[in-house]
């Protein structure tokens, strides 16, 4: 989490915004903000989310890119479960499924 904190507070210096900025717009102490970004406090999901859009950013992009830093393979966005009860329903959904790309998604199948 250190580096989700790092970015936010190079993010809100490009930006020339102040910590007392920051803080008016997510409603919380100026002191908080510098806790955040110090690490000395962590953030819900909420908090981050809310910190990234007043920065102006995408917070799904946030969260991704500190995902992909970590590890090889990027975490998955959303898992879905599908119960297929036919053979050529299950067909017509990995036919939908491989228009994706396989870049794009991972299949796991009981067949």
């Given amino acids: 989490m250190k580096q ?3 970015i936010l507070k190079e993010k809100r210096e490009h930006k020339a ?3 007392e900025y ?3 717009k997510l ?3 100026s002191s908080t903000i510098s806790r955040w ?3 000395t406090v962590s953030m819900s999901i909420v ?3 809310n910190f990234a859009k007043v920065l102006g950013m995408d917070e799904s992009d946030l969260l991704a890119s500190i995902a992909r830093k970590r590890q090889v393979k990027p975490l998955p966005l959303a898992q879905l479960i599908i119960d297929v009860f036919d053979r050529d329903t299950y067909n017509s959904v990995i036919d ?3 228009d994706l790309g396989p870049q ?3 299949v796991h199948t009981k067949l």
């Fill in 4 to 6: 989700l904190h790092k």
């Fill in 22 to 24: 920051v803080a008016e």
């Fill in 27 to 29: 409603k919380v102490s």
């Fill in 17 to 19: 915004y102040s910590q």
């Fill in 96 to 98: 939908l499924v491989k």
């Fill in 47 to 49: 908090q981050i989310c």
């Fill in 104 to 106: 794009h998604i991972v």
């Fill in 37 to 39: 970004e110090a690490g």
